[in-house]
């Protein structure tokens, strides 16, 4: 299963942290929209990531429920109907959750950047 290190911090300003990454990728970034629809089970995390054009992926991830950075290890299965599939997975699974957000990706070097606005809960970023 692959695997990465993620950190991930609530941002009191996200204007001012996006103008630094910016200029640290010399880019203006991607913006993706996402809802991600979490899924009980019993063993890791299951989500169906929708992007909301049609596509989405389907992750499954073990992670540690700790502070500061966490080693993640996870298998990800695109798929072209999001919608269908999230009302198999409701159905035979029951949903834990739902969070609906704006990403701004940037890349620097290898690192994956991401700027959240979460609904309902502010800004976050992620590495």
Do not use: W
Not at 30 to 36: E, F, L, N
Not at 39 to 59: P, V, Y
Not at 71 to 96: C, E, H, N, W
């Amino acid at each position: 299963m692959p695997s990465n290190v993620e950190i991930k911090a609530r941002v009191s300003d996200p204007v001012l942290l996006a103008q630094r990454v910016a200029e640290l990728s010399q880019s203006e970034g991607t913006i993706i929209r996402q809802r991600d629809t979490f899924f009980n089970c019993s063993r890791g995390r299951l989500k169906l990531r929708d992007f909301m054009n049609g596509s989405g992926q389907l992750i499954f991830y073990k992670r540690p429920d700790s502070d500061g950075p966490k080693l993640s290890q996870y298998s990800i299965s695109p798929t072209s109907d999001p919608a269908s599939l999230q009302v198999v997975l409701a159905d035979a699974l029951g949903v834990k959750g739902q969070v609906q957000k704006v990403r701004q990706l940037f890349l620097i070097g290898q690192t994956r950047v991401h700027l959240d606005t979460v609904e309902g809960l502010g800004h976050y970023m992620e590495l």
